[in-house]
C-alpha cells in the first residue's frame, strides 16, 4: 500500500496540472488567511486609535466643565466587540454588520441603528477570507482535481493499460483521487497551521477548524469519486458536479435565506432609528410635563425633581431621548429576536448546504456570527443604560460635578462570549 | 508435449446490443504467436479486451493458462502484458519515467540497465529517453509501449496492432524481437494489419469477419503460412 501511495505521489507531482491546482489552492489558503488578519489587525487598531482618541477628546471636553449635561452631551464612549483569536479566519458579521460605536448618552436607538458614521469599514476583501474560502472555492479545486481522473485514461487509451497492469485493477484509481487530495489537503492546511501557531490558537480551536476542513474536503472528494464514477465522460461529470456545487453551495443558501427572511419579517433598522428621531423631536413642542410623567412612570424614584422650571432643562432633555429610546423599543427587540429566530431557522437550510454548515460552524467558532453581535449590542445597550443611571442623579439633583465625580464614569467592559 | 496457454471457447460478446463475437474458437498453444486479423470493426480488440476482462462474453468462455477470465480477472491480468491499440503513454514523462511507472504499477522491478537493454532493443535512440514522449514522432511512443509490453516478461504478451505507426524497417526488426520472445517461450497473441510480417512469423493467423472465425491458417512444420492465401481469402471475407 504504501509502495502504491509513494508511487502515485511521484506521479502525481509530475502532473503540470496537479502542481497548478496545489499551488493554486496553497495561494488562495494563504492569500484568504493574510485577507483575514490584515482586516483583524486593521479592526484592532482602529479600536486603539478611538480609544486614544476618545481619551484625549474626553480630556479636552471635561476641562473646566462641572455641568453634567453638557458633559453627557459631549462626553463619547467607545463600546466595541473584540476580536476573537479565531476571527481572522471568519470574519462573518464582522464584515457586515457594526462591531463598534461610539456611545453618548443621547438616544441610543439612533446611535445603535445609524449605519453609516458609526459602522467601520467595510472592507469588500473581507468576503474573501478562509472561511469562503474553505466553504465556497475549496469544492470547485476539489472538482477541478478530480473530475478527470479515469476520464483522462480513457481519452487516452491508457484506461485498460492501467487497469491489466495494476493488480489493484481500477481501485488504483482510488489511490490516485486519495493521494491528489491528500496534496490539496496539505496545501490548504499548512498555511492554516502557520497562522494557528502565529495566532496562538487553543488547541481546541485548531483542531475545531482541522475537522471542519477535513469534513469539505472528504464530502467533496466522495461526492467527485461516486459522480465520476456513475458519469465515466469527464466534462458530462465536470458538468454534473459544478451543478451540484451550485444547488449546494449558491442556491440552496440563497434559496434558503430567502425563504426564512419573507416568512421571519423583520423591523428594518432605518424604520427603528426614524421612530427614535420622531418621537425626541416631536418632544420639543409636546408640553414639558407630559414628557416627565411619561418619565416618571419609569423611574419612579425621580419624581420629586421632576418639575420642569426654566424653557430648557437637561433633566428634561435627556428624558425626553430616553422617551424617543423608549418609543423605537419595541421595534428593536422585535428585530433582535427576528434575528435569532433567522439564524436558528437558517441552522435548518446549513443541513442542506454544506458552504453554509461551514460557515455558520467557522463563525460561531470564531466568535462572529450573529448571535456574537448581538452579544455585543446587548452588551453596549448595558453600558449605554450604566451611563444613564450614573448621570440621572446629578442631572435630577442638578449637583455640579467634580473631578472626582468624573472618575466614577463607567467605563465599557468587552462581553466574553 | 505441447500445452494450450489461450482458448477462447464458443466466445459470444455484445457491445451496444449488438453481437460483436460470435461463438469463436481457437487455442494459443505455449510459445507460439497467433496473429488475428480482419476488417475494422471486425471484433479483434474486443477479443483481447476479452480475454482481460474488460469485456464480459455473453456465453463461451476465455480461458488462460488455465484460469477462466470471468471467475478471477486479475489472476488472468497477472498472465498478461498488454499492449492497447492506441496506447498513448504519458506525454509528459520520459520513455524512462513512463516504464519505470508502469511496471511500479504492475508491481515489477527492473534495473535501469534492463530498461535501457529493452529499448535498445526497440532502438529507441538513446539521446531520446530522457525527453518527453510529446517531443515524440507516433512510432518512437509505440516503440516505447513496446519495450514496456516486453520488460514485463509475461508468459502472455498481448498486443493490439503493435506496428501501426512503425516504418518497415522498424517492423521487421520488431517481428525478429517477437519471434525471438516466442522462441524463448513466450505466447504471442496479437492483432495486425499486416498480413505478410503475421504471415512471416506467426504460427497460426485467424481471420475475423464481422464477430465470426472465417478461417484459420497454420504454419507447417518450417513452411510459412502463405500470405497470398490470407490476403485472398481476406479479401473475399470483405463484404463488396
Ligand atoms: N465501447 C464500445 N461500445 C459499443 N460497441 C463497441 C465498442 N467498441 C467497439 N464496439 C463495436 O464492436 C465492434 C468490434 O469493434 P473492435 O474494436 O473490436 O473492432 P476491431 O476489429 O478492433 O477494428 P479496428 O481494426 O478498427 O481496430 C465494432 O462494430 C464496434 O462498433
Ligand atoms: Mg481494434
Excluded at chain 1, 45 to 69: F, N, Q, W
Excluded at chain 2, 78 to 95: R, V
Excluded at chain 2, 109 to 138: C, F, G, H, N, T
Amino acid at each position: 500500500m504504501l509502495h502504491e501511495l509513494r508511487r502515485e505521489l511521484n506521479h502525481a507531482l509530475k502532473e503540470p496540472a496537479l502542481r497548478w491546482l496545489v499551488l493554486i489552492a496553497f495561494s488562495l489558503s494563504t492569500i484568504a488567511l493574510l485577507i483575514g488578519a490584515l482586516t483583524i489587525s486593521h479592526q484592532k487598531d482602529m479600536v486603539l486609535r478611538l480609544e486614544a482618541a476618545v481619551t484625549a477628546e474626553r480630556l479636552l471636553t471635561i476641562k473646566d466643565k462641572t455641568d453634567p449635561g453638557d458633559i453627557a452631551y459631549n462626553l463619547f464612549h467607545l463600546t466595541f466587540d473584540p476580536p476573537t483569536d479565531l476571527a481572522f479566519m471568519a470574519l462573518g458579521q464582522r464584515n457586515e454588520r457594526p462591531w463598534l460605536h461610539r456611545l453618548r448618552m443621547l438616544a441610543l436607538e439612533g446611535q445603535i441603528h445609524e449605519t453609516n458614521d458609526s459602522n467601520p469599514e467595510i472592507l469588500i476583501l473581507g468576503q474573501l477570507d478562509f472561511t469562503f474560502f474553505l466553504s465556497v472555492l475549496v469544492p470547485l479545486i476539489i472538482i477541478s482535481l478530480l473530475f478527470d481522473i479515469e476520464g483522462r485514461e480513457r481519452r487516452e487509451g491508457r484506461y485498460e493499460l492501467i487497469c491489466a497492469a495494476s493488480p489493484l485493477g481500477s481501485r488504483v484509481f482510488h489511490i490516485r483521487a486519495a493521494v491528489k487530495s491528500l496534496l490539496l489537503t496539505a496545501a490548504i492546511i499548512l498555511p492554516f497551521i502557520a497562522a494557528a501557531i502565529s495566532n496562538n490558537l487553543t488547541i481546541l480551536a485548531f483542531l475545531s477548524v482541522l475537522g471542519l476542513i477535513f469534513f469539505q474536503i472528504v464530502l467533496w472528494v466522495i461526492f467527485c469519486r461516486i459522480v465520476t464514477c456513475i458519469i465515466p465522460e469527464a466534462v458530462t461529470a465536470a458538468l454534473s458536479l459544478v451543478t451540484l456545487w451550485l444547488l449546494l453551495t449558491v442556491l440552496t443558501p440563497i434559496i434558503g435565506k430567502t425563504a426564512v427572511e419573507n416568512s421571519l419579517p423583520v423591523p428594518n433598522g432605518g424604520t427603528i432609528l426614524l421612530t427614535q428621531r420622531e418621537t425626541v423631536n416631536a418632544a420639543w413642542d409636546l408640553p414639558k410635563e407630559t414628557t416627565m410623567d411619561a418619565f416618571i412612570h419609569i423611574y419612579p424614584e425621580w419624581k420629586a425633581q421632576a418639575t420642569i422650571n426654566r424653557p430648557f432643562e437637561w433633566k428634561w432633555y435627556y428624558a425626553f431621548q430616553e422617551m424617543g429610546d423608549q418609543a423605537a423599543q419595541p421595534k428593536s427587540w422585535a428585530l433582535y429576536q427576528g434575528m435569532t429566530d433567522r439564524h436558528e431557522a437558517m441552522a435548518l437550510v446549513a443541513l442542506l448546504s454544506p458552504a453554509l454548515f461551514i460557515e455558520r460552524a467557522m463563525t460561531e467558532l470564531a466568535g462572529t456570527d450573529v448571535l456574537q453581535h448581538l452579544r455585543y449590542v446587548r452588551c453596549a445597550r448595558a453600558f449605554h443604560a450604566d451611563l444613564r443611571h450614573f448621570y440621572y442623579p446629578y442631572l435630577f439633583n442638578e449637583k455640579a460635578m467634580s473631578e472626582n465625580d468624573l472618575a466614577q464614569l463607567p467605563e465599557f467592559e468587552p462581553c466574553a462570549i | 508435449m505441447t500445452k494450450s496457454l489461450v482458448t477462447a471457447s464458443k466466445l459470444c460478446v455484445e457491445r451496444g446490443n449488438r453481437r460483436v463475437l460470435d461463438n469463436i474458437s481457437f487455442t494459443i498453444n505455449k510459445g507460439d504467436i497467433f496473429a488475428l486479423l480482419g476488417g475494422n470493426g471486425a471484433g479483434k480488440s474486443t477479443t483481447l479486451l476479452t480475454f482481460l476482462g474488460f469485456v464480459k462474453p455473453s456465453s463461451g468462455e476465455a480461458i488462460i493458462n488455465g484460469i477462466k477470465v470471468e471467475e478471477d480477472i486479475q489472476a488472468a491480468r497477472g498472465q498478461i502484458a498488454y499492449l492497447p491499440e492506441s496506447a498513448n503513454l504519458y506525454a509528459h514523462l520520459s520513455a524512462y519515467e513512463n516504464i519505470e511507472y508502469f511496471l511500479s504499477l504492475a508491481q515489477i522491478s527492473r534495473s535501469s540497465q534492463e530498461i535501457s537493454l529493452s529499448l535498445d532493443d526497440v532502438k529507441l535512440a538513446p539521446k531520446m529517453r530522457i525527453e518527453p514522449l510529446s517531443s515524440y514522432s507516433k512510432g518512437m511512443r509505440q516503440k516505447v509501449a513496446i519495450a514496456l509490453a516486453m520488460l514485463r516478461r509475461s508468459p502472455l504478451l498481448l498486443l493490439d496492432e503493435p506496428t501501426s505507426g512503425l516504418d518497415p524497417v522498424a517492423i521487421d526488426e520488431f517481428n525478429t524481437i517477437l519471434k525471438a520472445l516466442a522462441d524463448a517461450g513466450t505466447t504471442i497473441f496479437m492483432v495486425t494489419h499486416d498480413v505478410y510480417g503475421a504471415c512471416e512469423i506467426a504460427k497460426r493467423v485467424g481471420l475475423l469477419q464481422q464477430g465470426k472465425m472465417a478461417s484459420v491458417f497454420e504454419a507447417v512444420g518450417e513452411t510459412k503460412i502463405s500470405a497470398e492465401a490470407v490476403h485472398q481469402a481476406f479479401r473475399q471475407s470483405q463484404p463488396s
